[in-house]
């Protein structure tokens, strides 16, 4: 069966500092991988997703994530956070054409000024 | 732009009523979805559709049912209400089931049951 972890449910991070947001997946085939953010009181939007090629993808708002298949990871990276990218960020991943999600539980981030 | 609305964004329900969340998508999508969300937890599917006038169960469909009477509207149903059935409900829709698609999520709405 497929799953996703996501180790850090609560992080902080200063105003300008790098993140990291980690996401594991198990699953023995290639997946398709997503990061979802969910700000508050919304619905969740699209970051990026992964599906095939250079394991480094670009996402909107200066997000990118790196696959891994060796370490069945897909984490996520920004260079320097603003305030306004608290919210909370999912990691999804699919089996393929026909298959549902399955969701990470979320990581909520806090960016202190 | 891309565009699922949900009614009511809010809600307060009694233990054992009926309650009816709804949900319209402006996408021209085949596939919709209701989800369910509770704190500390990731998204959980309920129902989903791929075309009108059928559903199909996801994974925790038990105390649900839902109603697809057109390609824009997709209606989740509580039959009798619990209280574990206070959580935030959110509706998508997407082109095509999984793969490399997207999922386009609505608001969300908060229904709480006492």
């Known amino acids: 069966a497929q799953s996703v972890t996501q180790p850090d449910a609560r992080v902080t991070v200063s105003e300008g500092a790098s993140l990291q947001l980690r996401c594991k997946y198990s699953?023995?085939?290639?997946?398709?991988l997503f990061w979802y953010v969910q700000y508050p009181r919304q619905g969740l939007q699209l970051l990026l997703k992964?599906?095939?090629?250079?394991?480094v993808v670009q996402g909107v708002n200066g997000f990118e994530a790196e696959f891994s298949k060796s370490n069945s990871s897909f984490h996520l990276r920004k260079a320097s956070v603003h305030w306004s990218d608290s919210a909370v960020y999912f990691c999804?991943?699919?089996?393929?054409?026909?298959?549902?999600?399955?969701f990470g539980k979320g990581a909520k981030l806090t960016v202190s000024p | 732009e891309a565009a699922v609305t949900q009614s009511p964004r809010s809600k307060v329900a009694v233990t054992g009523g009926k309650v009816t969340l709804s949900c319209h998508q402006t996408?021209?999508?085949?596939?919709m979805y209701w989800y369910r969300q509770d704190t500390g937890h990731g998204l959980r599917l309920i129902h989903y559709?791929?075309?009108?006038?059928?559903?199909e169960k996801g994974d925790i469909p038990d105390g649900y049912k839902a109603s697809r009477p057109s390609q824009e509207n997709f209606s989740l149903i509580l039959e009798l209400a619990s209280l574990s059935q206070t959580a935030v409900y959110f509706c998508?829709?997407?082109?095509?089931?999984?793969?490399?698609?997207?999922?386009?999520f609505g608001p969300g709405t908060r229904l709480l049951v006492l």
């Open positions: 998508a829709s997407s082109d095509a089931l999984g793969g490399r698609d997207t999922q386009y």
């Open positions: 699953y023995s085939g290639t997946p398709y």
């Open positions: 992964y599906y095939s090629g250079d394991p």
């Open positions: 999804v991943l699919s089996q393929g054409t026909g298959s549902k999600l399955s």
């Open positions: 996408n021209n999508h085949d596939y």
């Open positions: 559709s791929y075309v009108a006038d059928s559903t």
